[in-house]
């Protein structure tokens, strides 16, 4: 195995509390998977160690650590395919808005609480009718005097059911395109503010996505994340490193689901002896290792180049696009290998592949990387 550059000693004993902690909660997930939402217990037990927030700036109200903590919490909940944890969208999609556009009074209003987890918080880009195409969005924000009121829709909401504040896209001008749309933050307890159905999906059970409502919410002015009208160029500043979340899952997902394929090919028999010792077999999944080798050299690379501040739009997306397409590919593989067992609930590789799916569509579909990649050649 080619060996990893990213972290120090430091990092990886930071590892290992990530590890007790999510080995600690893992027990929970088929719980959370028939409930259909995390509990806040698990936030609270999250903030209290260290492990919301990772990476925002303590004078912002964060813990201060380095990108390479975001990246561990991200591969150790993934290695144990914890999805119905909703932290990284929190913590590394969320509170970075905060932090690289907020004021100092919003940063000081919001961050301290959700590095915490008194706060969780969720992000509201996609519509009913939108999809991938965010300059599409119907959702208006008018301004009224010093407060702004929103009305619209949104779905396929994380931490729809649980969040307390949603950052959410809205048109401020509907003539100007993707430059009418801004920021603005809703907290939940405000009138006209409706939480939808909690979604049944395919994977990801007990992540508490959901459909929002918007019927003429009042917020202050000062609920604005950056200036008006900016809310677009913002998102695709901060979609690349959302979209290197999709790698970082879908790697170590891998990784972790090749250990448990062997394990069961090694103690399976069939025919009088284990699977693993059937030529095709050892050949699959010497093809798989080298799949997912590949993979984390090619991820571990661009991670090198996020942390210099150095990864372009279009590489996040090369690595979105390969990544996910490959984790499909390498799941169904391992999965076949199970035969009747790949298909049956109680077993990792199952969820696994249900829930790995979505990492296709969200970040942006596949389709629209092809897209964003092709407009450079």
Known sequence: MVPRSLFSEEHEIFRESVRRFMEELAPHHEEWEEKGEVPRWAWKKAGEQGFLCAAIPEESGGV????????????????L????????????????????????????????KMTSGD?????????PGGGSDLQAIRTTATRDGDEYVISGQKTFITNGQTADLFLVAC???????????????VETDRPGFERGRRLKKLGTKAQDTSELFFNEVRVPASNLIGEEGKGFGYMMQ?????RMHVGIQAISCCEAA???????????????????????????LAEMKTE???GRVFLDRCLELVLDGKLDTTTAAMVKLWTSEMQGKVLDVLLQLHGGYGFMWEYPITRAYADAR????YAGTNEIMKELIGRTL
């Open 292 to 294: 997912i080798q590949v």
């Open 238 to 242: 901060e979609l690349a490193w959302e």
């Open 81 to 112: 395919n914890l999805t119905g944890l909703g932290f990284a969208l929190h913590s590394d999609i969320v509170a970075p808005y905060f932090d690289h556009y907020g004021t100092a009074e919003q940063k000081q209003r919001w961050l301290p």
């Open 358 to 361: 979505v990492q296709r569509i």
């Open 171 to 185: 048109k401020t001008d509907r003539s100007q395109g993707a430059k009418g749309i801004s920021l603005i933050v």
């Open 119 to 127: 706060y969780v918080a969720g992000i509201a880009m996609t519509e």
């Open 258 to 284: 090749l250990e448990w394929t062997l394990d069961y090919t090694r103690n399976r028999k069939a025919f009088g002896k284990p699977v693993l010792d059937f030529q095709n077999s050892r050949f699959t």
């Open 64 to 79: 201060g650590a380095d990108r390479r903590y975001s990246i561990i919490l991200m591969e150790e909940q993934a290695r």
